[in-house]
C-alpha cells in the first residue's frame, strides 16, 4: 500500500502542478481569444456603459406615466428602490456569500465540482449574481461572441463560464454591490412580457419595487429561474413549489421563522396581475399615432425609441384625459343604444335613397388584412377564401358592456362591427397651443384607427366660422343683414350650370337676419350669400391662414363644408386662432424628450402665424357666441350650468344624410371638437334630425365640459374672453346698427318672390 501510495502521490502532484499552469494559461488564451479559438468578449466602453434594452417612457404634463415604447418592457430602478426583503430573497436564494466574493465564488464553485462530478448530484450552477448580471447584459451565450471551438461538444459550455468568470470580476471592478445588484434585478426576465424588477413588481402585484413583502418576493425572486414554468398565473402548482423553496432558504439562513414560514408557504399569491399592453391605460390612440412622429425623431438623431429609455413628456393632462374618455364612453354607449333601436331587424348601411347596398359587406371585406392574407394564400379566384370566411370559429368580441365570447365567422364579425359609431375628441389650451385631451375613437383594441389626426371627414357646418371670418375681416359687421332666400352659383360647364344649396329644413323663409343670427342657426343660404360675397378662394386662403393643411376645393360649397376632408386636430387648431386673438398656435402634444440619464435633448415650441387681427377674432368670438345666444341657436341645448357667468362659443356641424356629426366649442380657456359617425359614410341615421351634431356630438363636449369645471384642482374656470386692447371700430349691439337698404347689394331680385319661390 505504501508503495502504491508513493507512487500515485507524485502523479497527483504533477496534475495538480499542470493544472495551477493551465488553468491560468486557458484562462488568458480565452480572456485574448488566442487564435479566434473562443471568441471575443465585451469591450471596456460595453462595460462602462451596458445597453440594457431600455423602455422610452410616455408622461403627462402633469408627471403620470402615460405608456412605454418597448421591444422588451424594462425600466430601471435604482438600489434604494428596491425592498430589503427583496434584497434578503435574492441573496439567500442565488448567492448568500455575495458580499464576501469579487464575482466568483469559489466555495460556491468547490462545492458544485464536488457534487456534480464526484457525488453525480444536481447542485446548482455555482453562478454568482454578478455572473449571471454579466450573461443578461452581454448575451455571453449566444453567436456574438462566437468562436472556433464554440460549438465543440463538452468544450462550449467550459467557454461560456470561463466567459463569465472574466466579465464577472470586471464588473465588480467599474461597479459597486448595489449597482450591480440592482443592475442584475433591472435586466432579467419575469415572464408576462414583463422585464427588470419595477415592471415584474407592477405586472404581477401592482406595486412599487419597494413595497415588496416576502411572499412577493419569493414569487418574483422564483421567476428568475424560469420565467415561464414558475409563472403564478399559467402555473401555479410549480409556482407554488418554487415559492415554498424560496421560502425555506429565508427560515434556513434566519430571515424569517417557522410560524412565519408555515403561514405563508400555504398563503395566496395576492396578485393583482396586469400585462403592460397598447391598448390598455390612458390615451391609447394619442400614444399610437405618436409613435410614428417619435419614430422618425429618433431615427433622425440616431436614437432607438424602443431600446434608449427615452423620456417623452407630453402636454395631455392625465385628468382631462380621462374626464375625456369617460364623456366619450358614457355618451357612445348611449347613443348606440339608440342607434341600435333606430335600425332593429335592418342593416345600416344605405345609399342616398335609403336603400341598403347589397354588397356593402362583399366589398368591405376585400378592405380587410385577413382577406388580403388569404389572397396571397390561396389566390384571388379561390372558393377556398368564402369558406374560410364564413367559418363560425370562437372570438371575443366588443361590447358597450364588456367583451363577449362568442361564434362567429369572420363575415359575421365585419357585419357586427360595421355597426359600431365610432367618435373622435381633442381639447387644446388656445394660448399654448397643448393638447390636454385626445380620444380618437371608441376601443383602441378593437378600433385602431385615429378619428381625431388621422381620420378626416367632411366638417359641415363647422367650416361656416371661416367664410365668416373672411367676411368680418373683409369689413362686415356681426350685425350685417342678409335675406334668407335662394342664392345661386353660376357654374359653366357643369351639369346642371349652376348651384344652388338648400337649408336645413329644405326652404327658405324670406327673414332679413343678421349674419351672427344666420351662423348661430346655421342657415345655409345666407353663408352661401357671404361666400359669394368674399369668393371660395379667399376663403381658403383664410383656412389656409388658421392651420387647415388638408386639399380643400375652392367652390362655392366649401361654404357648407363640402369642398374637402378634414381633421378634428385641425378644425380645434383654427378655432383657437379667435381665443388666441388672431395668432394661429400650431397644436403641439409634446414638450420635450429626455435621455435615460435627463438630460434634455429637445424641447419643442409650437409655431405661430398671426392669422387674424385682434379685432377679427374677437368679433369672431362673438358670432360664435350667438350660438348659445341667439333665437335658434344651434347650441342653445346646452345646460344652464354651462352657460351660466360663462361666455361660450359654439358650432355644430351636420353633413349630408347625418353621415358626419360635429361639435366645436371654444371658452376663454379651452377649445375642444368632437366628431362622430359610422365607420364608413354610408352608416348613419335615416333621418337628419336624429344624426345631427347637436344630438350626436354636441353631448360629448357638454359632458367634457362639466366634469372640467367641476374638478377644481384643473383651475379652469368660467368667465369672459378677453377683450381687444384698442376699442372695436364698429357696433356689435346690432339693436344700434344701421340696418339701411341691403337688398340693393344682392345679386337675386327678391322683390316679386312668391310662396312657391319659398318654399
Known sequence: MKKRLSKIIPILWVIFLIGVVAAPAFIYSVRIDLFGLYGGLPSLQDLEKPDPDLSSELYSADGVLLGKYFR???????????????IETLLVTEDIRYTEHSGIDFRGLGRVLVY???LGENAGGGSTITQQLAKNLFRTRTDRYKGTLSDTPGVRMLIVKVKEWIVAVQLEKFYTKEEIMAMYLNTAEYGSNSYGIRVASQTYFNKLPSELEYNESAVLVGLLNKPTRYNPVYNPDYAKEKRQEVLYNL???GRINQTEFDSLKVADFGLQYKVASHNQGPATYFRSVIRNFLIDWCKDRGYDLFDDGLKIYTTIDSRMQAHAEKAVEEHMAALQNTFNEHWEGRNPWIDNDGREITNFVEQAIKRTDIYRNLVRQYGVDSDSIEAILNRPKPMTVFSWEGEKDTIMSQIDSLKYYKRFLQAGFMAMDPHTGHIKSWVGGINHKYFKYDHVKQGRRQPGSTFKPIVYTAAIDNGYSPCYPVIDAPVVFDMPGQDPPFWQPDNAEGRWSGETMTIRRAMASSVNSVTAFMMKKVTPGAVVNYARQMGITSSLQAVPSLCLGAGGDVSIFELVGAY???VNKGVWTEPIFVTRIEDENGAVLQEFVPKKVEALNEET?????????????EQGGSARGLSWELKSENEIGAKTGTTQNASDGWFMG???????????????????????????GARTAMPIWAKFMTSIYSDKDLGITKGEFARPMRELSIEIDCELYD?????????????????????
Do not use: C
Request: aromatic share 10%.
Open 617 to 629: 377674432a374677437y368679433l369672431m368670438l362673438h358670432m360664435l357666441r350667438g350660438a348659445t345666444e
Open 739 to 759: 340696418q339701411t337698404n341691403v337688398t340693393d347689394t344682392l345679386d337675386i331680385n327678391f322683390d316679386n318672390i312668391n310662396e312657391d319661390d319659398i318654399f
Open 576 to 578: 383657437s386662432t379667435f
Open 251 to 253: 427560515k434556513k439562513y
Open 666 to 692: 371654444v371658452t376663454k380657456d379651452l377649445v375642444a371638437g368632437s366628431w362622430v359617425g359610422g365607420d364608413d359614410r354610408s352608416i348613419h341615421f335615416r333621418n337628419w334630425a336624429m344624426g345631427q
Open 72 to 86: 422588451h418592457n424594462r425600466t430601471p430602478v435604482n438600489y434604494s428602490e428596491l425592498s430589503p426583503k427583496l
Open 116 to 118: 456534480s462530478l464526484l
